[in-house]
């Protein structure tokens, strides 16, 4: 009951723990970014660092990877690279370490002020995540993937399985995403 007094007042913000970002905690990394694909960023630190910062818990397609809509192929990859450009461009941003990546980069929560980017980047549809447990990640998923935007418009290889050798053909193909 007394949740339900809590839900109904507007100006109160329910903040439920959640497994995934508290895995996330140190002083954050501040700067300007530009995207390198869709999912990883270069940040220019204030005092000048350059530092790799992978999205944390977020798959979006490779840089030269095709998807298909009703259409035809489209370069999904280069779609999902200007998609997050978009949400970097002129911003300052802050993005929390939660790990270091295999590739000697960190797997970062960003942030734009009140805006989670990995969250944006999810909401938009170019990216899935494998953060089932985290309400925050899994429902912007949810969202883009019921309104049907990028990847969710069409036919495509999840990331991981093209970085496996999978393609996405003019048939119907294994490790496809299908919308239904």
């Known amino acids: 009951m007394v949740l339900a007094a809590m839900c109904a007042m507007p100006d109160r913000a329910l903040a439920f723990w959640d497994p995934v970002t508290a895995q996330c905690e140190g002083a954050p990394l501040e700067g300007t970014a530009v ?44 779609d999902a690279k200007r998609n997050l450009d978009g949400l970097l461009e002129g911003r300052k941003l802050s993005c929390t370490p939660c790990r270091r990546d295999p590739h000697g980069g960190i797997e970062a929560l960003c942030r734009d002020g009140d805006r989670d980017i990995n969250a944006e980047v999810l909401r938009g549809g170019f990216a899935t995540t494998h953060a089932y447990f985290s309400n925050a990640m899994h429902s912007a998923e949810v969202q883009a993937r019921r309104q049907r935007r990028g990847l969710w418009r069409g036919d495509w290889v999840h990331p991981d399985a093209w970085r496996q050798g999978v393609r996405l053909g003019t048939q119907s193909c294994q490790g496809c995403f299908l919308p239904q």
């Open 35 to 78: 995207a390198i694909d869709g999912d990883s960023l270069e940040m220019t630190a204030d005092d000048g660092a350059r530092l790799v910062i992978h999205l944390f818990t977020l798959s979006a397609p490779e840089l030269f990877q095709d998807c298909r809509d009703a259409d035809g192929f489209w370069s999904c990859g280069r």
